[in-house]
């Protein structure tokens, strides 16, 4: 039961991680509108693939977690 508790933990962990970091990004309108994300608009179909930003928030979680990875060292 032990084990069961601690997933717990960690999933509502990251539950809330994904939240709060949806609240941040909601004050930045340029994310999901970088220019190289593409954008298809024919008749009634849409569709959106955020490429660039993506890659950008990519490479923003890597240093940040290199960083985190080295500080705890």
Same mark, same amino acid.
């Given at each position: 039961m032990q084990n069961w508790g601690w @997933?717990? *933990?960690a999933s509502g962990? *990251?539950?809330c991680t994904v939240g709060i970091g949806? *609240? @941040?990004a909601?004050?930045?309108s340029w994310l999901g509108r970088l220019p190289g994300d593409i954008? @298809?608009?024919?008749?009634?179909?849409?569709?959106y693939f955020p490429l660039v930003t993506c890659i950008v928030l990519s490479v923003l979680l890597s240093a940040i977690l290199s960083i985190a990875r080295l500080w705890w060292r």
């Open positions: @997933i717990l *933990l962990g *990251l539950i949806l *609240l @941040i909601s004050r930045f954008r @298809i608009e024919e008749g009634g179909v849409r569709f």
